[in-house]
């Protein structure tokens, strides 16, 4: 089918309020709608007046639509992202520090640049390269004593795992050969090598979606995590919670929290969220009826 022509007009922020007020969004506050769109955008705000939505085609809103509940679901978002933010760069740190350990004491400190560890070696070496232009990007001071000092290819892994960005620690891991101490790594965290990679890969998409600030809350995730057959910690009894929607993530981080942080209070920071924004609707988050009866999730409070 021939793509029509994108011609529809640039509107002015009074142009922008006025097509909402037509298409039926109600306004208790229109000055303050005005500076919020100077601000934030309407492309931006768009995304969360759809759920108010009637008619998405021809774009009418539902009767009670109006633009406070779409900012506030706007602000629910955001908070949802610090939130990931926050808890993935524990998970994070401590995949790092468990990584180096294990490998290491298994195949010595640099063992990164032993190609005979890794499955594929084209993956090894553009996984080594794209560390390489982030060694040469940093300024951190073990990096810049490191070069001064000693004439490596690269520092050993317990320097070199402080910067690369956790998509480069994800595929290191992914391409190691199966051994004991790949199988360290992912034990440590109660799950198998295969659904530990998946983890790994969706958080660091996760987290890159938030890095660039965009909608979380209710998004189909593009990259799917495993469902853990033999999970060595409480995890999800409902089989059927679909592996690709917030309630999923939401999860496995609160899960491998539980080893990381023991001491942790996530699930207090996402009841406080939701009671917060009680008109978020978490059936768009994958929220099952009966989440609050999941052992994971077992003191979670009537939201």
Avoid at 26 to 54: C, G, M, N, T
Avoid at 75 to 96: M, P
Avoid at 266 to 286: C, H, I, T
């Amino acid at each position: 089918m021939k793509k029509a022509i994108y011609t529809k007009p640039f509107l002015s922020y009074e142009e922008q309020i006025a097509l909402l007020k037509s298409r039926g969004m109600k306004f208790s506050d229109e000055a303050k709608a005005l500076h919020l769109l100077h601000h934030i955008s309407y492309y931006r705000f768009s995304v969360y007046w759809r759920p108010l939505l009637a008619d998405k085609e021809n774009v009418i809103f539902k009767s009670e639509a109006d633009f406070e509940t779409a900012f506030a679901l706007y602000k629910f978002d955001r908070e949802l992202r610090r939130l990931l933010l926050s808890e993935l760069e524990k998970i994070e740190i401590a995949v790092r520090s468990r990584m180096v350990h294990s490998i290491s004491t298994e195949h010595g400190s640099f063992w990164m640049e032993d190609e005979s560890l890794f499955a594929d070696s084209v993956k090894h070496q553009s996984t080594l390269a794209k560390i390489q232009e982030e060694l040469l990007r940093s300024d951190e001071e073990s990096i810049l004593s490191f070069k001064s000092a000693w004439n490596n290819p690269l520092p050993p892994s317990f320097i070199t795992l402080e910067i690369a960005s956790f998509g480069a620690l994800s595929r290191l891991y992914e391409n190691l050969q199966s051994d004991v101490a790949k199988r360290e790594v992912s034990q440590a965290f109660g799950l198998s090598d295969k659904v530990f990679i998946s983890w790994l890969h969706s958080f660091v998409y996760i987290r890159n979606v938030c890095a660039h600030h965009a909608r979380i809350w209710n998004r189909w995730l593009r990259i799917q995590p495993l469902f853990p057959r033999h999970a060595t910690h409480p995890w999800l009894t409902d089989k059927s919670a679909c592996n690709n929607r917030m309630y999923y993530v939401l999860s496995m981080i609160l899960y491998l929290l539980n080893t990381v942080n023991p001491g942790h209070s996530f699930k207090q920071k996402v009841e406080s969220l939701f009671m917060k924004y009680p008109n978020v609707d978490r059936r768009a988050m994958g929220f099952p009826v009966a989440w609050r009866s999941e052992t994971l999730w077992e003191k979670a409070s009537e939201i």
